[in-house]
């Protein structure tokens, strides 16, 4: 199956290396930035084309990996295109292809991508969804190839695995990042608390969250959650947020 | 020297096992709850004790590793010792053991300790304070003793550590617990998401969180923001929650 891939930022960019990885065939790259397109293409031995006219007639799957509010306009491109197309968003409705393409569907890796981390694919879970039992069979194909962990999942459900993830992995960075402010202020090492952040990533890799939940708002340590309060009085902004979460974190657990 | 360990709790039996593995002398157990002594000192090759008062004369260091709220009263019991007694609490200043003790001083482990979940504590960042210089040198040879990583921090910027670490640990904790929630009410499994917890935790060990931050709130993404606000209508404490953190990520990457 001789597959095109649209973008050339995080997404774009892992996906076209583990499409290579896994043995397929990655022929043609198209990105709003031209520059970026040609480097991705040198780098997965595909070809990299100037304008979505130039697709090859051979073309079986195009996937879109661009930003969530580029997808419907690049669909709109892709009228003439007879093949099977797929997106890579987490938000995106897999109506944005209806009445446009013939056959289409969803390709969404969960992960955090960044341009300089390399990442296992193989690991990363990838939510599959389409127009019709056929396409699915032959997206599912493919997202085995790329993954052992492969899940049919609705848009509607979709949407609330993008949601999941802000609550799972933006916000956790950043309180790494509120951190790692308040460490700068008194000239505190952020290395001392590296550790503690990948320990309390890995221990609910196999427990749930609510079970190794820690810290004083959990225990009802009123004494410690004033000390803290008082400690941020000069930031506002920071107690809200330490309020607010104390105060969740106390709702659950009870 | 002759170490005895006050306490049985999830620091106390990391810090135990520890010590064992160093070959340091760990020689008496004592703990308000008798039985979790009895059993820390059989895993451990120490004795326990039913009494402070049966601490042996030669006993040269006391680790007191309770709750913060219990570190003063058991200070109180140990008048009569004339050896080192340091504490292994983030939040609870060196002054409690002031004109109570003459040698004494601070050794906290930066970790979220589990009983069930194993840690290398030569990893572990230890903090450690002393009330004079010869105690902060022998304190300081058996933090070195335990782990590669240990750093001389006073009370005042242990606190602030010790803040910094609900940050970046229990609240983040707390956020993978509302992911999980979220995704148990569509009938996702929480799997989906273990990955992305993983690899959010993994990058900052390298970069700075602030450079690595993703999501809708950093882009500005409006469009998403709102229709994540939607999804949360049912769930207001949850609005809240999404509305103060995007905003903060909002304020911190301008």
Redesign the interface.
């Known amino acids: 199956m001789k597959i095109a891939l649209i973008g050339s930022g995080n997404v774009a960019t892992h996906l076209a290396q583990a499409l290579k990885t896994a043995g397929l065939d990655l022929t043609q790259i198209w990105s709003r930035r031209l520059e970026n397109a040609e480097q991705l293409a040198k780098k997965t031995g595909a070809r990299w084309i100037s304008s979505l006219e130039e697709l090859d007639n051979d073309i079986e799957l195009v996937i879109v990996a661009v930003k ?2 580029a997808v419907a306009s690049i669909v709109d491109q892709l009228a003439a295109f007879n093949g099977t197309v797929v997106h890579t968003s987490g ?1 995106v409705s897999m109506e944005v292809f209806q009445s446009k393409v013939a056959h289409y569907g969803v390709l969404y890796p ?3 991508f ?1 341009l300089k ?1 390399e ?1 296992d694919f193989s ?3 990838i ?1 599959i969804e389409a127009s019709d039992a056929k396409t699915l069979l032959s997206i599912r194909q493919l997202a085995e190839q790329l993954s052992k ?1 492969v ?1 049919e ?1 609705d848009s509607a ?1 979709r ?3 993008h ?18 402010d ?2 700068r ?26 079970e ?7 225990r009802n ?1 009123e ?2 959650l004033q ?2 309060e008082a ?2 009085a000069n930031d506002p ?1 920071l107690v ?3 309020k ?2 104390s105060d ?2 106390k ?2 657990s009870k």
């Open positions: 969530d509010d938000a969960l992960q955090t960044s981390k990442v690991t990363i879970p939510c962990n899940t999942v459900r949407s609330i695995l949601l999941a993830a802000v609550f799972a992995c933006n916000f956790p960075n950043h309180l790494y990042a509120l951190a790692a308040l460490l202020q008194y000239e505190l090492d952020f290395d001392l608390i590296r550790p503690l952040i990948l320990e309390t990533a890995v221990k609910v890799q196999q427990a749930l969250p609510a190794v939940q820690t810290g004083p708002a959990v340590d004494l410690t000390r803290h400690l941020l902004h809200d947020i330490y607010l979460l969740s974190i709702k659950s």
